[in-house]
């Protein structure tokens, strides 16, 4: 069993950065991949980003590519997401996830799920 639980989400400006970040619970942390994903009012949720559970390969969304990055301290037990020249577009609710069977684009891959945090970027 892994919870999740998800912080940094916040209000900024176009431009701006955030770093997000997602405690896990449970001693087998670093068996998992983990991922983030996203979901704006009235679309579905979209895959961001993904990592590995040793860290080494890592994979992102086109439309975040070259702004965000993922990553992993698994001593601590916790995954980040650093988010850089946010756009409006990137208005949502960011969740992490956790999977036991690897990294992957897919929701539905992954066994575990946070209760997301808020992200907002005003134009």
């Known amino acids: 069993q892994v919870q999740l639980v998800e912080s940094g989400g916040g209000l900024v400006q176009a431009g701006g950065s955030l770093r997000l970040s997602c405690a896990a619970s449970?001693?087998?942390?670093?068996?998992?991949?983990m991922g983030w994903f996203r979901q704006a009012p009235g679309k579905e949720r979209e895959f961001v980003a993904a990592i590995s559970w040793r860290g080494s390969n890592t994979y992102y969304a086109d439309s975040v590519k070259g702004r965000f990055t993922i990553s992993r301290d698994n001593a601590k037990n916790i995954v980040y997401l650093q988010m850089n020249s946010l756009k409006p577009e990137d208005t949502a609710v960011y969740y992490c996830?956790?999977?036991?069977?690897?990294?992957?684009?897919?929701?539905?891959?992954?066994?575990?799920w946070g209760q997301g945090t808020q992200v907002t970027v005003s134009s």
């Open positions: 449970g001693r087998t942390f670093s068996s998992y991949a």
């Open positions: 996830a956790a999977s036991s069977g690897g990294p992957s684009n897919i929701g539905r891959a992954y066994n575990y």
